[in-house]
T-cell receptor, first 112, second 112 residues
Framework: DGGITQSPKYLFRKEGQNVTLSCEQNLNHDAMYWYRQDPGQGLRLIYYSQIVNDFQKGDIAEGYSVSREKKESFPLTVTSAQKNPTAFYLC???????????FGSGTRLTVV | GENVEQHPSTLSVQEGDSAVIKCTYSDSASNYFPWYKQELGKRPQLIIDIRSNVGEKKDQRIAVTLNKTAKHFSLHITETQPEDSAVYFCAAIEGGSYQLTFGKGTKLSVIP
């Protein structure tokens, strides 16, 4: 997947459950991002991180949490507070300022 | 912050015809403008990009033009083929920023 790996590809969540989506990159990129994509919709930013141990909220951070303990990893937790979590989640990374993104292959999360 | 508007939201063309997708941006400090192609259920992939010191860039059947004065940029696809059918996203990034702002996407359908 071009140096950025998301897992799992498909994930099912029960009501009230927290789930964690994995994102790992070996591109030595400083910045990492999480986006949510709903059917027929664009990309909405959830969280982003410019450096290790630092991250900022995006446009739709409520009900989500992240950590950035290692440069290579930026996991996203979808908490029970997120009332409508069914969506396609995309992780991306970039080399830094004013740079393009490389996307992972995505995780499709479904609430059952 | 940056705001990116993209038009049209859907576009149908006959195979062999040209397709043009237009985007406008609000922040005159933006200096990097990538275009991504996303096939159904897959990750967005960078197809072409342009920086603010360049007016036009071509790569085979794909070209991007940038008008800094008017703050708009366009994607041109010539001799369209069925495999060009996908959703295309434009984006812009402000100089000194990590965060890309995406347009809402254009669904291109190439009719054989």
């Amino acid at each position: 997947d071009g140096g950025i790996t998301q897992s799992p590809k498909y994930l099912f969540r029960k009501e009230g459950q927290n789930v964690t989506l994995s994102c790992e990159q070996n591109l030595n990129h400083d910045a990492m991002y999480w986006y949510r994509q709903d059917p027929g919709q664009g990309l909405r930013l959830i969280y982003y991180s410019q450096i290790v141990n630092d991250f900022q909220k995006g446009d739709i951070a409520e009900g989500y949490s992240v950590s950035r303990e290692k440069k290579e990893s930026f996991p996203l937790t979808v908490t029970s507070a997120q009332k409508n979590p069914t969506a396609f989640y995309l992780c991306a990374s970039s080399v830094g300022l004013s740079g393009g993104y490389t996307f992972g292959s995505g995780t499709r999360l479904t609430v059952v | 912050g940056e705001n990116v508007e993209q038009h049209p939201s859907t576009l149908s063309v006959q195979e062999g015809d040209s397709a043009v997708i237009k985007c406008t941006y609000s922040d005159s400090a933006s200096n990097y403008f990538p275009w991504y192609k996303q096939e159904l259920g897959k990750r967005p992939q960078l197809i072409i990009d342009i920086r603010s010191n360049v007016g036009e860039k071509k790569d085979q059947r794909i070209a991007v033009t940038l008008n800094k004065t008017a703050k708009h940029f366009s994607l041109h696809i010539t001799e369209t083929q069925p495999e060009d059918s996908a959703v295309y996203f434009c984006a812009a990034i402000e100089g000194g920023s990590y965060q890309l702002t995406f347009g809402k996407g254009t669904k291109l359908s190439v009719i054989p």
